[in-house]
């Protein structure tokens, strides 16, 4: 029986979900064609009549990971009224995203997560890096509207650093806590800088 069942969808949608829900609860390894099929409640055809291999259907998972951090975070720039908000937005959709709800609670960026499974070189590894650089990217950009360029990258990467070790130790703790905690951080380098 299908547990998660996504009647009238899409079978990509279908597929997407069960997937994003399996890879991010038990990692990519672990999770099989066949449980990604049943719990999206498709043939197996459906899969490969969707996407080419197994590769193709993570590649596919961290492209709409990453769609979905850049629609957070244009969420919460939306509401900010500032550049420093337009900074602390960033921290705010990474909190967003520790807060949703996952099947097993929060286990960390589920890009990072694919990307430690995936071999150096890996087109999958190579795409969680740009987007890793999209967020630094976007808190220079921010940052520049009220910093020299010079002092808004030399910050956009301490903010960067802030903001990853707090990704991890969230992951590993389960709770958005540490995010919190690196947005007060950030939101004090950026004031006295």
């Known amino acids: 029986m299908n ?30 064609i066949d449980s990604i099929t049943q719990r999206a409640g498709v ?5 490969y009549n969707n ?12 492209q ?13 720039a939306s509401k900010a009224e500032s550049p420093r908000g337009l900074v602390l937005a960033v921290f705010d959709a990474y909190i967003d995203h520790a807060n ?10 589920g890009l990072l997560n694919v990307a430690a499974e995936l071999p150096a070189g890996a087109p999958g590894r190579l795409a969680v890096r740009g987007h890793k650089e999209q967020v630094e990217s976007i808190l ?16 956009a990467e301490q903010l960067a ?15 958005a806590s540490r995010l919190v905690q690196a947005r007060k951080i950030a939101a004090s380098l950026v004031d006295a800088a």
């Open 140 to 155: 220079n950009t921010k940052l520049a509207m009220i910093f020299p360029s010079d002092r808004a990258a030399e910050l």
């Open 43 to 47: 043939a197996r055809k459906s899969l």
């Open 3 to 32: 547990p998660n069942p996504c009647r009238g969808q899409p079978a990509r949608e279908r597929l997407m979900k069960a997937a994003a829900e399996l890879f991010y609860s038990q990692g990519i390894a672990a999770t099989g």
């Open 51 to 62: 996407f080419a291999s197994k590769n193709d259907l993570v590649f596919a998972y961290i």
């Open 161 to 175: 650093f802030v903001l990853e070790g707090a990704v991890a130790r969230a992951g590993l703790e389960g709770s």
């Open 100 to 109: 949703a709800a996952y099947i097993h609670g929060f286990r960390g960026c």
């Open 64 to 76: 709409e990971r990453h769609q979905e951090w850049l629609d957070l975070y244009e969420l919460q």
